[in-house]
């Protein structure tokens, strides 16, 4: 019963801050004051579901710099984490499904997140370049969760390209991201919430300024992901 009591203030936490972050993606173009709330936000889920946050790596990044953060994906708590643990203003890319969800959905597309549509080729295309604008333009790193979908086992799928054809393209450094805990707090096809410490990693950058073909993004994607899997032993 505490479970689902808890689902439905997260869902009601969820509608008050998604209200305030349309406003604020309709008045402040900076998006400033978005990525303000979306940090209050990660943090409010978190703490309404009972759910400690362990993070490491800080120290591999650059407050200064902008970075492509690449991170696995297996459950709904993957995006309040990293929300909560990014240090810059990051935009994340998500898959245009979320979109669809009133209020929540409508303020990510206001804001400054990027949604993207894996099934249409030209459609994901424009959301790459459209994250390397936001990169060459505003110096602001953007996360991937590169399998595409959520893993219902928690086991890491295969990485699709987008993060390092975006790689290829604009020369900033990936961060592998790895995020172990949230699949057993709340599990994909699951809404029973469970008490849980969720790790979050952040590797060591790595250059992508050499990578100048499929067979190089590729290599490099093998790389991060093989990174992604042997943090997330360390945290397990």
Do not use: C
């Not at 949604?115 to 390397?132: C, G, L, N, T």
Request: net charge positive.
């Amino acid at each position: 019963m505490i479970s689902y009591f808890k689902l439905l203030l997260i869902v009601i936490y969820t509608i008050i801050v998604s209200f305030f972050a349309l406003i604020a993606g309709i008045v402040d173009r900076s998006h400033n004051l978005y990525f303000k709330l979306s940090r209050v936000f990660g943090k409010g889920i978190l703490g309404i579901a009972g759910v400690k946050l362990n993070i490491t790596g800080l120290e591999n990044i650059n407050k200064n710099e902008a970075y492509i953060f690449v991170s696995n994906n297996s459950s709904q708590f993957d995006i309040p984490a990293v929300q909560a643990s990014v240090p810059q203003q990051t935009s994340i890319i998500y898959k245009k499904e979320l979109a669809k969800i009133p209020l929540f959905g409508w303020q990510m597309r206001l804001g400054p997140y990027i949604m993207i549509d894996r099934q249409k080729v030209d459609s994901a295309i424009k959301s790459i370049e459209q994250a390397k604008k936001l990169m060459s333009e505003k110096g602001r790193s953007v996360l991937l969760f590169a399998e595409g979908t959520r893993s219902k086992t928690g086991e890491v799928q295969q990485f699709k390209r987008g993060a390092f054809y975006l790689a290829s393209r604009v020369g900033y450094p990936i961060v592998p991201v790895s995020l172990s805990g949230t699949d057993k707090i709340l599990p994909k096809g699951k809404f029973k919430i469970k008490k849980g410490t969720i790790n979050i990693h952040f590797a060591e950058p790595i250059t992508t300024g050499n990578v100048t073909n499929r067979k190089e993004e590729v290599e490099l994607m093998e790389k991060v992901r093989n990174i992604v899997i042997q943090n997330l032993k360390k945290g397990n």
